[in-house]
């Protein structure tokens, strides 16, 4: 049955905790509804005028009639004069029959009927909201589902801790037909938290498409720690990386605050912990470092030094920093090699191995497998270029480095960020390599073909770069092969 109360278009933006006045609000209706069905004196021949079992329990939902339990339901004052007292501000006195729980909720019925079961005649529930728990039991009495974007988190708690999976199933659903990019990261908690999976996968996934938004709604300061960190390990974030660091400075001072904690850099970087870590400087450029993080107080003086030679000197020196590329991009890696042979001894000098090319539909290059050493492993510096052959314009590039094992295998150089080639568009492939001799392909062929059972051809055709390219060309040479997605 469709959630009811929401409307297909209703938002879901109420934090982890549901506000005061949304429970006060949801609280009343239900009470107000509770209330239209609530019959205190016996009615003869009920049953006559309810033609399904479903009717007939249904109209004994929130209902007196035959009640043999009760439930207060709600955070309140401590309620004097024992079980007979009402019950106090914030909380609902609410009807129930022990046969009907107990037979949608193993919970129920080991309360009723196990080896530790209460005969009490009131059962208090402080942890329960009271629109949550008639949702519940409206479920158990009709399988009728009502749920609202100010219920909808609330009723979840309550579905988990009495076992009714089918009403935690339709919390789910009613969550996920709601999820954008405004509210990923406040579901994204509750879902962790409530150990929902699948949930919790689908608002990773619109985090990465759109982690600029995500990262910019109120939800993003308002999570956890653990959170914060499942996300920067990411691979897949579609973000520059100096804006994902603001975003992180943003959520540390929100962090201090909920700490009570000074707002200094000290404290930022403390509640930060190892979360300060997974943010990948060596991906931002250097005047995006020196204009945000090196100013940023939150590195230490030395960090900051090593990060700037990282940026500036060859051959770079090691950083505790991650520089794998995040790649956003769907589907499944691709790469053609357009060599059928690997000799022996390619020297270098600091001219740039080039090789142009075209493809027939658009993709996105992410980087290039290169050739390594032929004395056994080693370690290369090197820079790698794509760039607009007729404007001679550098699209994207990347100074790094790679380690080979001496074999004639290739080694996997990545672009900070994918590349985006459009079809019938002349580009030229450049690799400035800095090391020993290595291995080079021979047998080159000018047109290669990849092949993909779910996708169109992708088909690159290969020419040689004018000038002065190091000797590669078609036939022979470096840039074996080139990664991509479609």
């Known amino acids: 049955m469709a959630a009811a109360g929401g409307g297909s278009g209703a938002p879901v933006e109420t934090p982890a905790a549901v506000t005061a006045a949304a429970t006060a609000a949801a609280a009343a209706t239900a009470a107000a509804e509770a209330g239209a069905v609530l019959q205190r004196e016996p009615l003869y021949n ?54 009907v729980l107990a037979a949608g909720s193993a919970v129920f019925d080991a309360m009723f009927n196990g080896g530790m079961a209460t005969t009490s005649a009131e059962i208090e529930l402080p942890d329960v909201e009271p629109a949550a728990f008639l949702a519940l039991l409206r479920f158990l009495y009709s399988d009728e589902v009502q749920i609202g974007p100010e219920t909808v988190m609330t009723t979840l708690y309550t579905a988990k801790k009495y076992a009714v999976p089918a009403l935690e199933a339709h919390c ?9 990019a405004d509210n990923a990261f406040m579901l994204l908690t509750q879902a962790r938290l409530f150990d929902e999976p699948q949930l919790a996968s689908l608002c990773l996934d619109t985090i990465d498409k759109s982690t600029m938004d995500a990262i910019s709604a109120e939800g993003f300061t308002d999570i956890d720690i653990d959170t914060l960190c499942a996300v920067l390990e990411r691979d897949t974030l579609s973000i520059r990386e100096s804006r994902l660091f603001g975003a992180v400075v943003r959520w ?153 094992d001496g074999t004639a295998s290739t080694f996997r150089v990545m672009f900070k960020e994918p590349i985006e080639i459009l079809p019938t568009v002349c580009y030229t492939a450049c690799a400035t390599l800095k090391g020993p001799d290595s291995h080079y392909g021979t047998k080159g062929l000018k047109k290669v073909i990849h092949e993909s059972p779910t996708a169109s051809k992708t088909c690159f055709v290969f ?24």
Request: aromatic share 10%; glycine share 10%; charged share 20%.
């Open 463 to 486: 020419y040689s770069s004018p000038g002065n390219n190091n000797g590669t060309s078609i036939e022979d040479g470096q840039i074996p092969e080139i990664i991509f997605y479609t």
């Open 46 to 99: 009920w049953q006559a005028t309810k033609g399904s079992l479903r009717e007939r329990f249904a109209f004994l939902f929130s209902n007196e009639l035959l009640s043999d339990v009760h439930f207060v339901v709600g955070k309140g004052s401590p309620r004097g004069g024992g079980g007979g007292a009402p019950p106090g501000p914030g909380q609902q006195r609410i009807p129930a029959h022990r046969f």
């Open 252 to 404: 540390a001072e929100a962090e201090c605050q909920r700490q009570q904690l000074p707002v200094t850099f000290g404290n930022k970087q403390k509640v930060l912990g190892r979360a300060l870590s997974l943010i990948r400087f060596p991906l931002m450029t250097i005047e995006e470092f020196a204009a945000g993080p090196a100013q940023s107080g939150i590195l230490s003086d030395r960090e900051v030094v090593n990060l700037f030679l990282h940026f500036t000197v060859n051959p770079k020196p090691k950083v505790d920093y991650i520089d794998r590329p995040r790649c956003c991009l769907r589907g499944k890696e691709c790469s053609i090699n357009r060599f059928q042979q690997v000799e022996s001894r390619w020297g270098y000098s600091g001219t740039s191995d080039r090789i142009r090319f075209t493809v027939n539909r658009r993709i996105s290059i992410v980087g290039f497998g290169l050739y390594g050493s032929i004395h056994g492993p080693t370690d290369y510096q090197v820079n790698i270029q794509i760039i607009d052959y007729e404007k001679n314009q550098t699209l994207g590039q990347n100074d790094t480095g790679f380690s080979c």
């Open 172 to 180: 789910v659903d009613f969550l996920t037909k709601h999820l954008r």
